[in-house]
């Protein structure tokens, strides 16, 4: 192996080793969340489905099952 490819390879991993120390730095300061749904969003959506079901009839057809 030659002294570039080395350079090349450990330029490399100094990059991913910098990232997973910014990533535990964020998580040791709690300011940034990660990617992903926001807290809530599930519980938003359905009542916008069940407001959507109300307006379309289909809430009186459930009930009178």
């Known amino acids: 192996m030659n002294v570039n490819n080395?350079?090349?390879e450990?330029?490399?991993?100094?990059d991913?080793?910098?990232?997973?120390?910014?990533?535990v730095e964020q998580l040791a300061q709690g300011k940034k969340r990660g990617p992903g749904r926001?807290?809530?969003?599930l519980t938003v959506s359905r009542k916008v489905?069940?407001?959507r079901a109300a307006t379309d009839g289909r809430a009186g057809?459930?009930?009178a099952q």
Not at 16 to 23: F, G, K, S, T, Y
Not at 38 to 41: E, H, Q, R, Y
């Open 6 to 8: 080395m350079l090349l």
């Open 10 to 14: 450990l330029r490399g991993e100094r």
């Open 16 to 23: 991913r080793i910098d990232q997973a120390i910014a990533a």
């Open 38 to 41: 926001p807290a809530g969003s």
């Open 49 to 51: 489905r069940e407001s």
């Open 61 to 63: 057809k459930q009930a």
